[in-house]
């Protein structure tokens, strides 16, 4: 989370298109569009680089220098090439930094779990993120998840992790399991994949006659 929202300087875009767009990459800046507070979508471009560098540090919301007037933006999309190693599209909507908004934080779960010296103990991580309802102003870049208490067969629930901020709500269900250590479950090693029980009718042999019908 950061005191201040970056800047990011742009410009309107006149053309549009995958052509027109493949340039402006070319040239170091990228694609975007910024829409919401019913007022119009509009085409921009921002510095690339400027804009990677905020992103790889988990920046979300910008104040956006746009011909001069500014405005808050918060990272709504971001599209990525046909491999999906580049991005080459931005998605920006328009923010008041007093707003709430509905985002998901990644877990970061620290410690070495005491059960995990149990012989064949896993953990294992049915979610990886919680959604929230935060302020703008503070939406978080990830929450810790401190595991290292955690012996075999204890659980943490979505309602056990500690949030960063007391205005922060929790929207995922309290139930939801976070981490949780078991046992993983061992093969008898008495029981034969190929054994046949003793029980087990004998095939019928054709040809073999039927001491009935042979009376008959």
Do not use: C, W
């Not at 896993?122 to 993120?129: A, K, L, N, V």
């Not at 309802?133 to 290292?148: C, F, K, M, Q, Y």
């Amino acid at each position: 989370m950061s005191d201040t929202a970056p800047m990011l300087v742009a410009e309107k875009r006149e053309r549009t298109g995958s052509r027109y767009s493949r340039r402006l990459r070319e040239s170091g800046s990228l694609p975007a569009v910024v829409y919401g507070h019913k007022e119009e979508p509009v085409s921009i471009a921002v510095n690339m680089h400027e804009t990677m560098q905020h992103l790889k540090k988990g920046e979300k919301v910008f104040e956006l220098d746009l011909d001069g007037a500014k405005q808050h933006v918060i990272l709504k999309d971001l599209g990525y090439d046909y491999l999906g190693n580049n991005i080459i599209h931005a998605d920006f909507a328009r923010v008041s930094l007093d707003e709430r908004v509905d985002t998901k934080a990644h877990l970061s779960f620290i410690g070495d779990a005491k059960g995990l010296k149990t012989t064949g103990a896993i953990m294992m991580h049915p979610i990886t993120d919680l959604e929230l309802n935060v302020l703008i102003t503070n939406l978080p870049d990830h929450i810790d998840v401190d595991v290292s208490e955690m012996e075999v067969g204890d659980v943490i629930h979505a309602s056990d992790v500690k949030l960063p901020l007391d205005s922060m709500v929790l929207l995922t269900d309290p139930d939801t399991i976070v981490a949780q250590i078991v046992m993983k479950a061992v093969q008898d090693e008495d029981t034969e994949s190929g054994e046949v029980s003793s029980d087990a009718a004998s095939p019928e042999v054709i040809g073999e006659k039927n001491e009935e019908k042979s009376e008959d």
